[in-house]
């Protein structure tokens, strides 16, 4: 199977780190893929608890290569997505 998004290679992989990374959150809270949106507050809107937060550090760290992202400082989806996608993946040698 082939999967290409966008016009460059970058693109595809920000589309796939995308797809994973929704596939994570939806699993640690219960919620159906289509109802996520990137100003949901993990907090107010997903209601994060210490489970949840500490399940998510570690699905993300086993998913994205051992990554490790502070959920402390991270109100919204589209912040950890953000954080997970642009700044990690330039962080690691890839180009944002």
Known sequence: MCIKVGD???DTVRALMT?????????VFDWDLDDLRPDLSLRTDLCMGVQQKTVL???IGEYFDNLSVNLDQIDTLYDLFYQVIEVE???RGGAV
């Open 19 to 27: 797809m994973s990374l929704n596939s994570i959150v939806a699993d």
């Open 57 to 59: 550090g570690e699905m």
């Open 89 to 91: 993946f330039a962080g």
């Open 8 to 10: 460059s290679e970058l």
